[in-house]
Each structure stands twice: as C-alpha cells, then as structure tokens.
C-alpha cells in the first residue's frame, strides 16, 4: 500500500494517452488537477459469494504479487518506465475453465482498451490471476454500474474496475483483500483560479459547499464522485449543493468540463492524471 501512496504522488509527471482524445484536434482548452485528496478508499476484487473457494484463492494472489514484487511492476507499467502490456479475453464458453471478469474498460489506468486488447492494472492483475489458476480468461465490458450487479447475479466470477469497497457494493459481492489506495480529485479549467489558494480537504470543501445548484459538477456514474457530490453516510461525505452530472466515464466528464457544460468534475486520482495530462498535450 506503501507503493500506491508514493505512484499517486507522481502521477502528474507521467505521460500517459487516453483513447478517447488521441483523435482530439489542436485546441486552446487545458484542465488541472488540484492535488488534494478528497477522500481515502481502497480498492479490491469482487467476487461472486457463492464461490468461497475462488475468494480464498484471490486473496492469497493478492497477497503474494503485493509481497513478491508483481504488483510493483505491474504498476510501473502504467506509472514508470515499463510498458503495458496487451491482455487478450477468450470467448466465454462454459464447457472450458475459465475466469470470467466483468469490468469497465473506460478508466485509465486500471482498465482500458486499444482494439480488441485490453490494457491497465486491473487487466494485467486478473491476466496474472487466471494464469496462476490455470484457466482462460474471458473479459466482459459494461457499463460501471452493472460491473457488480453481473457478478452477483452469476454472470461474472470477479469484479476488477477500479472497484471501492464499499458496505453497499458488499452486500452483492464478497471483496478480496485491498491491493490499492486511492482517492478523488478535482478538476477545473486551466485558468480556473478558485481553488488555487487551497491547502487541504477543508479549505477546497468550504469553496464548494458556497455553490449553489446552478453549479453543474460531472463525473461518473456510480463511483465515489459521485457521492461526494451527492452525499454519502458511508464516506462521511456532506451533500453539496451543487448539481451533480453523471457520465459513462470521466474522459466524458472531463470533455464537457472543456466544453463548458460542467463547472468542475470530481474523480479518481489517476484516471484525472491520465486523462488531464492527455488532454493538456493537445491543448
């Protein structure tokens, strides 16, 4: 976990490219990042609760790449001088031994796809997994908020998207053990001044509970973003004032921000890295 703290610190001087904006023309428009944490969450596996035995089995996967060296790599892949690599899924045929993983493959650097491959630290993570039990793996991309409702309903063996851990999301899949530490971050525009003067949680909760609805906040559906926004007895989160936005992911979260059709957007630490940084090279 140590690890995860120190590459969220230097995520901002990582180059890193977003498919939804490699298309993107020259543009004026640029975004930052404002380097507060807003929150502290883990992230882990869901699994499926009536397979007890593949949650044994993940946890001690967990445990072993966290402790021999594989997550480190892995994750200097995507936030050092590695370079990630391809993951393939199988087709799902329920006459073989497979994984089957349902994700959201629109949060880079976790999970993201290039053609046909997918690439991030979940998708090398579940590849590494299914390798370790012998068994193919079949990749299944959906929308996030359907990601742990398709392993509860016995569509899916494991949830890898980046997922929190959450009491809500618990009561519909088991959770393995964390692997990474996260947090949100907001976003404005380039030459937005607000927030600059800010020098912890606080100071940046005390700007944004002065809004008022007419204040329009993006980020995606169904993730920690947007219960900061909306409130959440759980994180401890206080319900904001301002109207929250709902995107399929943050790179649409953040092209409205540009396009002036958000204010701000609130989400996690280093998809708002990767995503700002693509974006700001085509500024």
Known sequence: MKLAKK????????????VCFAGCSKSTASVKVIDIDLSDEVYALGVNKDEAELLTQAND???TILSDG???????????DGEPVAVTSA??????DQLVVATNAEFEPFEYKKGDSFYGIDMEVV????????????????KFDAVVLSVQQGKADIAAAGLTVTDERAAQVNFTDSYYSASQRLVVKADDTTFD????KDDVDAILKTLDASVKIGGQNGTTGQYYVEGSEYFGFEKLPATFVGYDNGSLAMQDLINGNVQYVIIDAAPAAAISTAINAVA
């Open 197 to 200: 003067n800010c020098k912890t």
């Open 91 to 96: 087709v799902e045929d329920a006459s073989k």
């Open 127 to 142: 590849k590494a997994f299914a390798d370790s039990l012998g068994k193919e793996l079949v990749i299944k991309d959906m």
């Open 70 to 80: 594989t997550f480190d790599k892995i994750c200097n892949n995507y936030f050092g």
């Open 7 to 18: 590459i969220l610190a230097a995520l901002l001087a990582v180059a890193m490219v977003v």
């Open 61 to 63: 996967f967990i445990k």
